[in-house]
């Protein structure tokens, strides 16, 4: 979803304008969130085909519809789903990619769903868009694994980025241009002209930063207020972990921090700018299984404060009244298939923790966001039922 004051990270937005907002309520030991019992809204079943809902994505388009893109493991496909006034409408994105691996959407301005995913297959990196009904593919690059925590982004010229790991152990940036190439060939030695199709855009790419990824790593891609890009993700090393952020120069080259390296950091991050252009994060701390955010003190240091206790992932959302939604996995155990969907949000300036699904499992994959009018929206993956849920808030 696109909105005045607002910026996309992964299936999240952003303002620019959100204040500070982890601050309400702070102790040592972290933020006190008081309960509010079960959220109101209806729970709709996406898709209940057999075994559908790994790498959940999702954004909004201008009317707050949700479009949704995941992997089927039953039918061993790529799904793209449209929420429409009826229910929901289906379409196969991707019917021979073996394993449909690390999906992300982006809906442009047009309400035109893009989509980039990992086609085991052939082991590539794949972007799909449609184009005459039909959904048509352009490799962005190919190599094993290449593509964990993909994200999309346009730019301020509607031109697609995309960020990335590597198979080969980097965090890359890549963009989309026109391909030049794709008029017709002339055979040489026949002067007659060859149908072979040409993709309509070529990407290019560069390194970012030496880092590793995993398979269910959730990284953040946003813009800063100046309009150049800014990411948060993690790279480990053995037993260990590093929370990066990276922030693009006005000519173009990247610089990197680290954020925190205790207690395993990263793996699920959220990165945002308050209404002053300072970066705020939330992510997750494996090692002690919370969710925690952590804002740049005017010495240059990284303060971070715990926020939620026992959470496994998490999706976040800040509109631009400063409402803010974070979606997680509540922990039952040290097995996430056995947690629990519930959201933390902030409206009106009034904090609360709400339960959304009890069911065994939901919330191992979830994507969530905010509409135009503060409507709660979350997409998540059912491990008990095998199935796509959406919770539509009130």
């Not at 999240?12 to 959220?39: D, H, N, R, Y």
């Not at 690059?141 to 980025?161: I, K, N, P, S, Y």
């Not at 298939?337 to 009034?350: E, I, K, N, P, S």
């Amino acid at each position: 979803m696109m909105s005045i004051g607002k910026h996309v990270f992964g299936k999240c937005l952003f303002s620019i304008m959100a204040l500070s907002v982890f601050t309400a309520c702070p102790s040592e030991k972290g933020i006190k969130i008081p309960p509010g019992g079960k959220a109101k809204g209806r729970i709709l079943t996406v898709d209940n085909s057999g075994d559908a809902g790994y790498h959940v994505s999702m954004d909004l388009d201008t009317e707050d519809r949700a479009h949704l893109v995941y992997f089927d493991k039953a039918g061993g496909v790529l799904k793209y789903v449209r929420q429409t006034s009826a229910g929901f409408t289906t379409e196969i994105v991707d019917d021979m990619c073996k394993r449909c691996l690390f999906a992300t959407i982006r809906i442009s301005n047009n309400n035109e769903p893009h989509v980039a995913y990992y086609r085991d297959a052939n082991q590539t990196l794949t972007y799909a868009y449609k184009d005459g009904g039909e959904w048509k593919k352009e490799s962005i690059e190919w190599g094993r694994l290449t593509g964990m925590g993909v994200q999309l982004l346009f730019d301020d010229a509607g031109r697609l980025h995309a960020l990335y790991y590597s198979g080969d152990g980097y965090l890359k940036h890549a963009w989309r241009t026109e391909n030049k190439l794709r008029n017709l060939k002339k055979n040489r030695k026949t002067k007659k002209a060859l149908k072979t199709e040409q993709p309509k855009g070529i990407w290019g790419s560069e390194r970012l930063d030496k880092a590793n990824g995993s398979e269910k790593v959730q990284i953040c891609f946003t813009k800063q207020p100046s309009g150049r890009f800014a990411a948060s993700y993690f790279s480990w090393s053995g037993l260990s972990s590093e929370l990066r952020v990276a922030l693009e120069g006005e000519d173009g080259k990247w610089k990197t921090q680290v954020v925190s390296k205790k207690d395993n950091p990263g793996k699920s991050s959220a990165l945002f700018f308050d209404r002053n252009g300072e970066m705020k994060l939330i992510f997750r701390e494996a090692r002690k299984d919370r969710l925690s955010s952590a804002e740049l003190t005017e010495d240059g240091t990284w303060k971070v404060t715990p926020l939620v206790e026992d959470a496994y992932n998490m999706s976040l959302d800040v509109d631009g009244v400063f409402n803010v939604l974070l979606a997680y996995e509540k922990m039952d155990g040290p097995d996430a298939r056995y947690g629990q969907l519930r959201m933390v949000t902030r409206m009106d300036w009034a904090w609360h923790d709400y339960e959304i699904d009890k069911e065994k499992g939901s919330g191992s994959y979830l994507a969530a966001a905010l509409t135009t009018v503060g409507q709660p929206i979350i997409a998540y993956f059912s491990e008990s039922s095998k199935s796509l849920k959406l919770f539509v808030g009130q």
